[in-house]
Nanobody, 125 residues
Framework: QVQLVESGGGLVQAGGSLTLSCAPSGDTFSGLAVAWFRQPPGKERQFVAALRWSMGGAWYGESLKDRYTISKDRANHRVILQMNNLKADDSAVYYC??????????????????WGQGTQVTVSS
């Protein structure tokens, strides 16, 4: 399994922006899909976005594509999640995950093998 280091969470006012990053500790994303999921209090883990490090394409959770952007920072070998126009409903623990899902499972928790510890995002209204 890949150890993942997440950073960038915090408290922000509604309408603000946050940037999360995910990097592999002592490892590489080569050949893997890298995804972000989130888990609001008392709810199931939800798919946010994913990309394939060695290939093109990006996938987004329902209604997030207009506010969230997932991208590769090749210089620092990390994946960035840019979140704009944040809303109170975006408050959750955000998790980075890696794996080798097929396209039909790229939006599912089961498609990923390695998970980070999570970073808290709180949006105040």
């Amino acid at each position: 399994q890949v150890q993942l280091v997440e950073s960038g969470g915090g408290l922000v006012q509604a309408g603000g922006s946050l940037t999360l990053s995910c990097a592999p500790s002592g490892d590489t994303f080569s050949g893997l899909a890298v995804a972000w999921f989130r888990q609001p209090p008392g709810k199931e883990r939800q798919f946010v976005a994913a990309l394939r490090w060695s290939m093109g394409g990006a996938w987004y959770g329902e209604s997030l594509k207009d506010r969230y952007t997932i991208s590769k920072d090749r210089a620092n070998h990390r994946v960035i999640l840019q979140m704009n126009n944040l809303k109170a409903d975006d408050s959750a623990v955000y998790y980075c995950a890696t794996g080798r899902p097929i396209v039909s499972t790229i939006r599912t928790v089961g498609g990923y093998r390695s998970w980070g510890q999570g970073t808290q995002v709180t949006v105040s209204s």
